[in-house]
């Protein structure tokens, strides 16, 4: 019999080929969907500039851009409008609340101190650890006030309320984790689908033959 009248046709074996590289782009754009911009996603998350700085006992307004988990940060070393702080390492007992400018609600401000959760800028200027911890359902502006416990008003110290950096190290890692796994699924997946159409074939045109 001619190999030209045998079905299927060999061609089949380059469509099968080329699946897994279709797989391959698949997951290439799906990368790309699911977490562009690392690591740039990392530095613009991670950065100081997206904190806000609250000199207490005192108050002030924050808006926040997005709902999400966020941090109060004790500053023991830190520089504000040319002033510098430094005060001890230890945070001192604090009462601190947050509420929406527009209704009054509160928003918890839960204690979440762990002496290892800190950051710092390269010279030190800047040294703060995770003291508070919050979760924003509205992202709307609310209004931060922070006084010590024992009602004394000295010394100021430095508070910074912004993304929880924990939180955001943890997210990205697992985005990244559910990219990588969806990835490779796509490609064993594209690959074994490709194997199983060369068998397929292989073995109907042994049977025509």
């Not at 100081?48 to 207490?56: A, G, K, P, S, W």
């Not at 988990?69 to 390492?89: I, K, L, M, T």
């Not at 604090?94 to 979440?112: F, K, N, Y």
């Not at 922070?146 to 890692?173: H, K, M, T």
Request: glycine letters at 8%.
């Amino acid at each position: 019999m001619d190999n030209k009248t045998i079905r299927p046709s060999g061609w089949y074996y380059g469509l099968a080929a080329l699946m897994p590289v279709i797989g391959c782009l698949i997951a290439m754009v799906m990368a790309y969907q699911w977490f562009p911009g690392l690591p740039g996603v990392w530095q613009a998350n991670m950065s100081l500039e997206n904190l806000t700085q609250v000199v207490v006992p005192g108050s002030q307004d924050i808006t926040f851009a997005k709902s999400g988990a966020y941090a109060v940060y004790y500053e023991y070393r830190s520089v504000v409008d040319g002033v510098v702080y430094a005060n001890n390492e230890t945070p001192p007992a604090l009462a601190c609340a947050l509420t929406s400018t527009a209704t009054g609600d509160e928003v918890g401000v839960v204690p979440d101190y762990v002496k290892t959760n800190n950051y710092s800028t390269k010279d030190r200027e800047r040294v703060g650890v995770l003291i508070r911890s919050i979760t924003i359902d509205e992202p709307v502006a609310y209004t931060f006030s922070c006084r010590y416990a024992d009602g004394r008003s000295q010394p100021e110290i430095v508070l910074a309320v912004g993304p929880n950096f924990d939180w955001e190290f943890f997210g990205i890692a697992a985005r990244t984790i559910v990219t990588v796994a969806a990835g490779l699924a796509v490609l064993f997946g594209s690959g074994a689908v490709a194997a199983i159409v060369v068998i397929v074939i292989a073995v109907k045109r042994r049977q025509r033959r």
